[in-house]
């Protein structure tokens, strides 16, 4: 649609594991005890090592390994005004019964003290791009595609509004949600303006909504303390918030949406686990034109269910897990991809990850040896895929 591909090209969801140097560089920028021209140099040198890795693996459209980021959306509090980073253990003050989150952040394998969420303190107003310049430093050390992550309408919407501490500048999530359509609309126009065709939508939450009701306990999925309604109205919202996210952004960028069962853990037992088949009429209402959805684990039921979207969705098909230190075989990926072109045409199908190497900088999921593994293996399938259709 954007850019010239080949067939099934092989891509990433988005971050790559950081090195010791860029966590340290992460914690002395929260410090103050590092410039933002030095944090910069040390990331920047990490970036070109993530593209290094991307290229040696075969990687066909690239990102920048969210480098820069503490976290897949945590990092766009220091962008935006009236926003606050705050760790899960002193958003206890705030929690109504502070027992049973304790118990489940514990049941969840999840370190309270170390991963952070941005809070609405204020009225929200983007002060800095959330991720323009990192493309435009990719941009100029790479010829290849890039794919540009930001954090989704509603991640932001619901994890960001925190009764105790949002009402008196928004009085509810409604509210909240239209300055971060408005946020994202102007960083969405930003990246097309200059050059970029590929925005990721990051949406792991609406799992959560689409297999629990309004009154289960919350899980970790984006850190929201904020009620829940019925599944129908939040999934209902969510589509809402995207599509005006996206509105008349134009032929020339492709827009895609990924939604996973969460990637904050390597034991399985503790993430999400169903079906994607209660989110299919819900996608079949987004105007994205590609969804990025994990299917190297078993957790994520039947590739089956996407039969019921619409013909012109392109699907970014998860293949290799990205929190086992097992490689996937090329015939594993060959395979899924297989049971896809029964549903998809064969230019309508990416490969990629079932989620990033790296979501949190504290908690990666995997080596770089072991990440650079998998994206081979998924190139060595392109290749195969490839030459069985000539």
């Not at 929201?224 to 129908?232: C, F, H, I, R, V």
């Not at 996937?328 to 045409?345: A, G, P």
Request: net charge neutral.
């Amino acid at each position: 649609m954007t850019f010239d591909k080949p067939l099934f090209p092989v891509t990433v969801v988005g971050s790559l594991p950081r090195s010791k140097e860029v966590l340290q560089a992460l914690k002395r920028k929260t410090r103050g005890d590092i410039t933002s021209e030095e944090f910069r140099y040390i990331t920047g040198k990490a970036v070109l090592d993530c593209l290094k890795l991307q290229d040696d693996a075969g990687v066909e459209i690239v990102s920048d390994g969210e480098q820069r980021r503490d976290s897949f959306f945590s990092f766009v509090a220091e962008h935006i005004e009236g926003a606050r980073l705050m760790t899960l253990a002193d958003m206890l003050e705030f929690v109504e019964d502070k027992a049973a989150f304790e118990r489940l952040l514990s049941a969840l394998d999840v370190p309270a003290f170390a991963i952070k969420n941005p809070v609405a303190v204020g009225k929200l107003k983007r002060k800095t791009p959330l991720a323009l310049n990192d493309f435009l430093y990719l941009k100029q050390h790479t010829d290849k595609p890039i794919k540009v992550t930001l954090p989704g309408p509603y991640l932001m919407t619901r994890s960001m509004w925190v009764k105790a501490l949002s009402s008196k500048f928004y009085p509810d999530k409604e509210s909240l949600g239209n300055d971060i359509v408005r946020i994202l609309r102007a960083e969405l126009m930003d990246l097309r303006d200059n050059g970029c065709r590929f925005v990721q939508f990051d949406e792991p939450v609406l799992t959560e909504v689409a297999f629990a009701g309004p009154n289960e306990t919350h899980t970790f999925m984006c850190a929201a303390l904020s009620e829940k309604s019925s599944p129908k109205e939040e999934l209902d919202f969510a589509v809402e918030l995207i599509n005006r996210v996206v509105e008349g952004i134009g032929p020339e960028m492709k827009t895609a949406l990924h939604v996973c069962r969460g990637n904050w853990s390597q034991k399985e037992n503790v993430l999400l686990r169903g079906a994607y088949d209660p989110l299919i009429p819900y996608f079949s209402r987004m105007n994205v034109n590609q969804f990025v959805l994990e299917y190297a684990t078993d957790r994520a039921g039947s590739i089956e269910a996407l039969a019921g979207l619409p013909a012109n969705k392109e699907i970014g098909l998860g293949v290799v897990d990205p929190r086992t230190p097992e490689v996937e075989t090329v015939e594993f990926v060959i395979n899924k991809v297989k049971t896809l072109l029964k549903y998809r045409k064969p230019d309508q199908i990416y490969l990629n990850s079932d989620c990033g190497f790296g979501t949190f900088s504290d908690r990666p999921m995997n080596t770089p040896e072991i990440a650079g593994e998998k994206m081979r293996v998924m190139s060595k399938a392109a290749k195969i895929l490839r030459s069985n259709l000539k």
